[in-house]
């Protein structure tokens, strides 16, 4: 979707609303990790994330990873936020949400909604594969055409002729090679190596992976060995090329 972190998927006949790494709660999860006091951005996210399903008429709501942002059970305002925020979704679309690392106790705060929480290691539904991206993913997510990962929230710093610079939230694409996961013989690789999606965080205040800094490490197990010529493409879809030489 142009100037938007998300993007749409047709899933076994569903059309599906995609974004990753929402980190709802992440103000109280900032207080009380750093000491850094930012007003809620609560009610924005909602607001945001509902007009993206209106505008799209999504039968589903995939989260792939990290709906909330505290890791372990959320509580207090990150609770309320969550519960706000899915119930407003479910006003509109199904929700299934693939848990990240931040997801340790969302399914038991959500336990009396009708949300789809799938395993941690991924979820296919039909040519699309969706997982978190923190641990490897199931060798039937492996198996699709698309492969769609969040957990690396990327960016792109950018750099203008005086030397200001900035950094961007981005989208990396590239074919999914098979090198990293040659020694799982449970993975039915297709005959040719599925198109990769690492999709940008939904949430612009939880920072991330500066795909063009060197120094940078990427966090998936698998990046950047398994995307050896994948680029990256800015919201509005800017089309950058090689993320290495940006």
């Known amino acids: 979707m142009p100037g938007e972190p998300a993007a749409t998927a047709d899933l076994d006949g569903e059309r599906a609303l995609v ?31 509902c007009s993206l399903l209106d505008r799209t008429d999504a039968d589903r709501l995939v989260v792939v990873g990290d709906l909330a942002h505290r890791i372990g059970d959320p509580s207090g305002a990150e609770t309320a936020e969550l519960r706000a925020l899915v119930d407003a979704a479910l006003d509109r679309a199904a929700v299934t949400l693939v848990p990240g690392n931040h997801d340790a106790g969302v399914a038991e705060a959500l336990a009396d909604r009708p949300v789809d929480v799938r395993d941690p290691t991924g979820w296919r539904a039909g040519p699309v594969g969706f997982a978190h991206g923190h641990t490897w993913p199931a060798p039937a997510v492996l198996g699709a055409e698309s492969v769609v990962v969040g957990h690396e929230h990327p960016r792109v710093r950018l750099e203008d002729a005086v030397g200001g610079a900035r950094s961007e939230r981005a989208w990396l694409r590239g074919r999914l090679q098979s090198g990293p996961f040659a020694d799982d013989g449970d993975v039915a ?50 089309r950058l090329g090689d993320y290495r030489r940006v």
């Open 189 to 238: 690789w297709p005959a040719s190596d599925p198109e990769l999606v690492v999709v940008p965080a939904f949430n612009g205040r939880s920072g991330g992976t500066r795909v063009n800094v060197e120094a940078e490490a990427f966090l998936a197990p698998f990046l950047p060995d398994a995307l050896a010529d994948g680029e990256v493409y800015l919201l509005d879809g800017t």
């Open 19 to 49: 974004v990753a790494d929402v980190h709802a709660g992440i103000e109280a999860g900032l207080r009380y990790e750093r000491g850094v006091e930012l007003d809620s951005a609560a009610d924005a996210r909602r607001d945001r994330l």
